[in-house]
């Protein structure tokens, strides 16, 4: 039984609750910039490019040797560059966020709230104190 609850005291931390929570939005997230990259950037590219698909772009090597009806082994270098620009749109993505939540710790931590009634009270008081 304690290795039961160990566990339960381990996976209710804040921690860990947090980290569950984010791999689930940034697994959300990912799908999102993989929609924006497959149907918005990547035809753009294309149209600039004049038509070319990168996702499906290779490099064939020439293998000396190579049996009947065997394929050639190719370098998919178009898959990479699909998923550099992937990974640049999701950093670009992940800065916007964060900065702007800086933004607004920012703007909270500038405007502390003012002290309820009862502090303003009790201060007047303390400063009456000491001055008598």
Do not use: H
């Amino acid at each position: 039984m304690g290795m039961i609850k160990e566990f339960k005291e381990f996976a209710m931390k804040g921690n860990v609750v947090d980290m569950a929570v984010g791999i689930v939005i940034g697994g959300a997230f990912g799908g999102i910039i993989k929609a924006l990259v497959d149907k918005i950037m990547m035809p753009i590219t294309g149209a600039l490019t004049g038509g070319v698909d990168f996702s499906d772009r290779a490099y064939t090597l020439s293998v000396p040797g190579l049996a009947e009806g065997t394929a050639a082994p190719e370098i998919g270098w178009g898959a990479f560059l699909q998923a550099l620009i992937n990974f640049l749109i999701i950093a670009f993505c992940l800065f916007m966020v964060i900065k702007g939540m800086n933004s607004l710790k920012k703007t909270e931590e500038a405007a502390p709230a003012e002290p309820p009634e009862e502090i303003k009270l009790l201060r007047e008081i303390r400063d009456s104190l000491v001055k008598a």
